[in-house]
């Protein structure tokens, strides 16, 4: 059953903050195998203007997608997570992500389509700091493929 296109503009509360640490800045960084110092020496950092040690671009799905789950199990939408795969990602940023950030996230549904059987599901994810600051809105598509006939 194609997922109900009136929650197409929702939004669901802003997440508790997440504080942003060297420490899983740096595990990260090493995670996906990018050496930049800026991600690991905060004097580094501080050589290209930043004020401590900054996140990889791609950081923000941790925080993201955790905010989407919100979206994801809402009984309501009806969405069968285990027919879920991640379609699409991208990141608009103001600035980046940096140590001692204290971030929280607020998602909406931009969108919902049906596309031969499949539903199509646009999760916009916006990170704001502690002071309201914009740092980074996070594009998510997810892809609810299609129950297989019997």
């Given amino acids: 059953m194609p997922l109900d296109q009136s929650f197409v503009g929702r939004s669901?509360?802003?997440?508790p903050p997440y504080e942003v640490g060297r420490e899983k800045i740096r595990e990260?960084?090493?995670?996906?195998g990018d050496p930049n110092p800026v991600y690991t020496d905060a004097d580094a950092a501080k050589e290209f203007?930043?004020?401590?040690?900054?996140?990889?671009?791609?950081?923000?799905?941790v925080i993201s997608f955790k905010a989407a789950e919100q979206v994801i199990h809402d009984p309501a939408?009806?969405?069968?997570?285990s027919?879920?795969?991640?379609?699409?990602?991208?990141?608009v940023y103001s600035r980046p992500v940096r140590a001692g950030d204290r971030?929280?996230?607020?998602?909406?549904?931009?969108?919902i389509k049906s596309l031969a059987g499949n539903d199509i599901l646009d999760v916009r994810g916006d990170v704001h700091d502690d002071s309201g600051e914009h740092v980074v809105t996070a594009h998510t598509?997810?892809?609810a493929r299609a129950a297989e006939e019997d």
């Fill in 141 to 143: 598509k997810l892809v």
């Fill in 49 to 61: 203007g930043h004020p401590d040690v900054i996140a990889p671009p791609t950081f923000v799905f």
């Fill in 12 to 15: 669901y509360p802003p997440t």
């Fill in 83 to 91: 027919r879920v795969v991640h379609g699409d990602q991208k990141f």
């Fill in 28 to 32: 990260f960084a090493e995670a996906i």
């Fill in 77 to 81: 939408l009806g969405l069968d997570y």
């Fill in 103 to 111: 971030l929280h996230v607020t998602s909406t549904i931009e969108s």
